[in-house]
């Protein structure tokens, strides 16, 4: 873990780290009880996530976006196919295309796993006057793409993954 030079001890910015790293702490964990409570690890509840945003993602697109290799992209795709959150559909223009759907009828369960941190962070954006909650969400669609070239800087530099041993 970095740490801070002494010049910065003690100043704002050290209490504005430690703000920070509790905050991205808090959203790790509610999105870790989140997939928990829906019955999914934490690739599946993102891709999942993915997959309602977007509407449906093709097989390749969702291994692109999850950062995750073609086969572990179906052994998932099963997996959200099993828990009844998704289903494959083929490309109507190319049969070797298939795409990846969230299943309507099993929306409801997500909003009911998300319910209680929408209604909590509802009544925190509640505090702020219109204007603060436009800069607040200035913020984030601004942290966004910096958190996801961020990412992709990490995965280009890590060693490449050993393959797993079968038996």
């Known amino acids: 873990m970095p740490t801070t030079s002494s010049a910065s001890r003690g100043s704002g910015r050290d209490e504005e780290h430690v703000i920070f ?3 991205l702490d808090a959203v790790g964990l509610q999105g870790l009880a989140s997939a928990e409570a829906a019955g999914l690890h934490t690739s599946e509840w993102y891709a999942l996530s993915l997959l309602t945003r977007e509407g449906g993602l093709t097989s390749g697109e969702l291994a692109t976006r999850t950062g995750l290799t073609t086969g572990a992209t179906t052994r998932l795709t099963d997996r959200l196919e099993r828990a009844g959150y998704a289903r494959r559909t083929p490309d109507p223009t190319d049969r070797r295309r ?20 929408r209604r909590r962070l509802a009544e925190v954006l509640a ?16 942290a966004t793409p910096a958190f996801r070239a961020a990412t992709e800087e990490i995965r280009a530099a890590a060693p490449p ?5 079968s038996g």
């Open 21 to 23: 790293r509790q905050y």
């Open 98 to 117: 298939v795409h990846v759907e969230p299943v309507p009828d099993a929306l409801d369960r997500v909003a009911e796993v998300v319910g209680p941190a």
């Open 127 to 142: 505090h702020y006057t219109p204007d603060q909650r436009a800069l607040i969400f200035d913020y984030f669609a601004r």
């Open 161 to 165: 993954r050993r393959a797993r041993k």
